[in-house]
């Protein structure tokens, strides 16, 4: 992660871009399981009373007798500590000085794509609430 911090000074407005969003891509966690696409495949046959024990009776009900039998549940896979991860890498990055790059970066790079994309990067951490 050092390294990042000395590309981030390059005379090419595309490595410095390329060093945000990787910056972004560490910080950043998707807001929704849907957006995550995430799940987990448990077959009911080694499992066959799951259904019973996370209660969908609804669900079970809603089936018409002429629905093929379930035989594979899916379930939304969301690690709880996912945003505790980026919220440690982000600590790390801090420690490093790449906060305060990106500080400058948004204030006095030449690039007005590098601008954005550190003033979004910013706003990312800022909701990590560290």
């Known amino acids: 992660m050092t390294a990042i911090l000395h590309h981030m000074d390059s005379q090419t407005d595309n490595v410095r871009i390329g060093c945000v969003w ?23 046959t080694l499992y066959p009373n799951l259904l019973l024990s996370i209660d969908y009776h609804s669900y079970l009900s809603s089936l018409s007798s002429t629905s093929p039998p379930i035989s594979l549940l899916l379930l939304p896979y969301f690690p709880l500590t996912l945003l505790g991860e980026c919220r440690a890498r982000a600590v790390q990055l801090h420690e490093l000085g790449i906060f305060d790059k990106l500080l400058l970066m948004k204030d006095s790079d030449t ?11 910013l706003s990312h951490l800022e909701g990590l609430q560290l």
């Open 22 to 44: 990787t910056i972004i891509n560490l910080i950043v966690t998707e807001e929704t399981l849907e957006a995550r696409g995430i799940f987990l495949a448990i077959p009911l």
């Open 111 to 121: 690039s007005l794509d590098v601008k954005e994309r550190a003033k979004s990067a």
